[in-house]
């Protein structure tokens, strides 16, 4: 809406902004979408469903739920959230460190997304490795929840696969348990390992 200037605030009308923000619920749930792709054949065909018949759109951004226009490839990003993607083939960073820690203990910022578009949250950074990390939050996250992950060390969208009550850096709350779907590393060199004499 912002983009073709139908938003009200932009000079769109309100009937126009209610009709796009129909359409956008309507398409990015899957569910909703086969609903409506079913009805609108049967009204236009006057026929029942193709049983094979598949959506036009099958994939999705998993943090803001946005079309996507193809299945993404290494180091793309959603349009609308800039949140990595996770392609179909194997990414370069679980190749890149075969050698490194399991995890590596970081006490950092971490700003987290659980709905887009949103407010980011404040946590802090517990340990991560190349698959995922920890940081605790003063919210309880419920697994399964997708987030999209912003700190020094790395822009991620990922899965939240366990939360607990703890106490870690000092600070009390839960500690969240996340598996990376995609991962950009600001910095990979040194990330892991450190070393000195």
């Given at each position: 809406m912002l983009k073709l200037k139908h938003h009200p605030d932009l000079g769109g009308s309100t009937m126009d902004a209610v009709e796009l923000n129909e359409a956008y619920e309507v398409l990015t749930d899957p569910e909703r979408r086969a609903a409506y792709d079913k009805e609108l054949y049967l009204r236009y065909t006057k026929r029942a469903e193709a049983p094979n018949k598949s959506p036009l759109i099958t994939v999705f951004c998993p943090v803001c739920k946005r079309p996507l226009a193809r299945k993404p490839q290494p180091g793309d990003r959603c349009a609308s959230c800039q949140s990595p993607l996770q392609s179909e083939k194997p990414t370069d960073h679980k190749r890149a460190y075969q050698r490194a820690l399991a995890r590596t203990k970081r006490d950092d910022k971490v700003?987290?997304?659980?709905?887009?578009p949103g407010k980011p949250q404040q946590g802090r950074m517990i340990d991560f490795s190349p698959q995922g990390m920890r940081f605790i939050c003063a919210e309880r996250i419920s697994p399964g929840t997708v987030l999209?992950?912003?700190s020094q060390l790395c822009d991620a969208s990922g899965t939240v696969t366990n939360t607990s009550e703890e106490e870690a850096a000092g600070q009390k709350g839960y500690a969240i348990g996340i598996a990376f779907l995609a991962v950009n590393f600001i910095e990979p060199r040194g990330s892991f390992v450190s070393t000195s004499a």
């Open positions: 700003f987290y997304y659980t709905t887009w999209k992950i912003r």
